[in-house]
Nanobody
Framework: QVQLVESGGGLVQAGGSLRLSCAAS????????FGWYRQAPGKQRESVAT???????YYTDSVKGRFTISRDNAKNTLYLQMNSLEPEDTAVYYC?????????WGQGTQVTVSS
C-alpha cells in the first residue's frame, strides 16, 4: 500500500514560481511511473511530468522549459518545480505512483495563477 500526500500549492501571480511536494509512504521502490498530473475545471486530467522506471522523464509540451520534476530517494518524496507560471497552469495537481501493478493517487493540491 502506498499513500501520497501533496503540498505546496497556492495562489501566485503570472510569472511566479511554486514547488510542489509529494511525500510517499509505503514501498515505491521499483515503481513503473511516478509523476504529476493536473485537472483544470471542465477538462480531463492530464499528465504534466513523470519519471519512468528507466529514470527517463516526460513533460507535456506546454510545461517544457518551465517545470522540472525530481525525486529525493532518501525522503521518498517527489517534487515539481514550476517556474514562469501562466494562468493556463491553474488546476488541481495530483501525484501518482504506479508500482507492482497498482496505481495510487494523492488527494491533490490547488494551484491558482492570477493574470
Amino acid at each position: 500500500q502506498v499513500q501520497l500526500v501533496e503540498s505546496g500549492g497556492g495562489l501566485v501571480q503570472a510569472g511566479g514560481s511554486l514547488r510542489l511536494s509529494c511525500a510517499a509512504s509505503g514501498r515505491t521502490f521499483g515503481f513503473t511511473v511516478f509523476g504529476w498530473y493536473r485537472q483544470a475545471p471542465g477538462k480531463q486530467r492530464e499528465s504534466v511530468a513523470t519519471i519512468r522506471s528507466s529514470s527517463s522523464t516526460y513533460y507535456t509540451d506546454s510545461v517544457k522549459g518551465r517545470f522540472t520534476i525530481s525525486r529525493d530517494n532518501a525522503k521518498n518524496t517527489l517534487y515539481l518545480q514550476m517556474n514562469s507560471l501562466e494562468p493556463e497552469d491553474t488546476a488541481v495537481y495530483y501525484c501518482r505512483c504506479i508500482v507492482a501493478g497498482n496505481s495510487y493517487w494523492g488527494q491533490g493540491t490547488q494551484v491558482t495563477v492570477s493574470s
